[in-house]
């Protein structure tokens, strides 16, 4: 299965400020996924990150409150804009690695708290 | 639309006795469904996933699953808890968009 490397594991910010999360993957995806993890609860997806083309984000999720990029089939980043600290969350970059053996990636998280 | 639906919020069990962790799916396609395990402060693990083969899936450390279509259920069973089984599971449903929708966690105590 692929292997998804993510960074930084954990950041405390200011709020106002904006942070930028990174994935990397060890082989080339079509979509790569962001997900939030609110503190005690279940995971939700922000949005899907096509390569060469717009984000497709979640009800709720806003391009102005967190752009992607997605430069190439093996490299995404999320940015957390104007962070208040209802952005507190855990967030996961995930690709689809399924194979018959093997299911949906996910990296090891960011641990975001804002203060 | 998809969606995911696990039935207890926390399960608590004695060490060596069995597991039921409930989940019940609702898909207007023929789902990929999958059980994800998370430990304290770590990331989350595939236990195992079923996409339309063999109705019961055995995944990782004893763990395993059985379809029924008729009853729109995906179960996560165990024979015998284990210390290190303690920790949040996931029954997750994936339609042909790729977008994984999650239930909402149960989180398994194990008792010694």
């Known amino acids: 299965s692929a292997v998804i490397s993510q960074k930084p594991s954990r950041d405390i910010c200011q709020r106002g400020t904006s942070l930028t999360i990174q994935c990397q993957v060890d082989?080339?995806?079509?979509?790569m996924f962001w997900y939030r993890q609110q503190p005690g609860q279940s995971l939700t997806l922000i949005a899907t990150?096509?390569?060469?083309?717009?984000?497709?984000?979640e009800s709720g999720f806003v391009i102005d409150k967190f752009p992607i990029s997605r430069p190439n089939l093996t490299f995404s980043t999320l940015t957390v804009s104007n962070m208040s600290p209802e952005d507190s969350s855990i967030y996961l970059c995930?690709?689809?690695?399924?194979?018959?053996?093997?299911?949906?990636?996910f990296g090891s998280g960011t641990r975001l708290t804002v203060v | 639309a998809q969606s995911v639906t696990q039935l207890d919020s926390h399960v608590s069990v004695s060490e060596g006795t069995p597991v039921l962790l409930r989940c019940n799916y609702s898909?207007?396609?023929?789902?990929?469904l999958f059980w994800y395990v998370q430990h304290p402060n770590k990331g989350l693990q595939l236990l195992l996933k079923?996409?339309?083969?063999?109705?019961l899936v055995k995944g990782i450390n004893g763990f395993e699953a059985e379809f029924k279509k008729s009853e729109t259920s995906f179960h996560l069973t165990k024979p015998s808890a284990h210390m290190s089984d303690a920790a949040e599971y996931f029954c997750?449903?994936?339609?042909?968009?790729?977008?994984?929708?999650f239930g909402q966690g149960t989180t398994l105590q194990v008792k010694p």
């Open positions: 079923y996409t339309s083969a063999a109705t």
């Open positions: 995930s690709v689809d690695g399924s194979t018959e053996n093997y299911g949906y990636t």
């Open positions: 082989s080339q995806v079509t979509m």
């Open positions: 898909s207007s396609y023929s789902p990929s």
């Open positions: 997750v449903v994936s339609g042909y968009t790729g977008k994984l929708i």
């Open positions: 990150a096509n390569q060469g083309s717009e984000a497709t984000y």
